[in-house]
């Protein structure tokens, strides 16, 4: 069976550490990483984007893209895709053909950074 595990944290304080204190965490996170690479059970992982980068599609018909991860309480995470776009309008536009296949979803657009352990992250035009 799969899982996803989503790591929730304060965003203002992963923020406010320094490159030393990240690089400590994600080498603390590399041995924990270590344990189910050995037994062939860790897939892709990721860290989002900032949430000030995020936008979300809602409304009826076409819908509104926000700035913001605004989802209703009533919603939960129920399933996310990685994709490879070129920038932000190609991303709005791959989701809205994804609510035009299930209009009653709201979807969340966010820049990812993949991380492949024992690999330094990628950089990516999203960050830009």
Do not use: C
């Amino acid at each position: 069976m799969l899982y996803a595990i989503l790591a929730y944290h304060v965003e203002a304080e992963v923020n406010s550490w320094s490159a030393d204190e990240d690089a400590a965490l994600m080498a603390n996170l590399r041995k924990a990483h270590e344990r189910l690479n050995q037994v062939g059970k860790l897939g892709p992982a990721a860290r989002l984007g900032e949430t000030v980068k995020a936008r979300t599609l809602r409304g009826p018909g076409e819908g509104m893209m926000i700035d913001g991860p605004f989802a209703e309480t009533k919603e939960q995470l129920l399933g996310f895709y990685i994709v490879d776009l070129p920038d932000q309008d190609a991303a709005a536009d791959a989701v809205r053909h994804l609510r035009r296949a299930n209009p009653s979803a709201v979807y969340e657009v966010r820049p990812i950074r993949l991380f492949i352990p024992g690999s330094p992250f990628p950089e990516t035009a999203a960050e830009s």
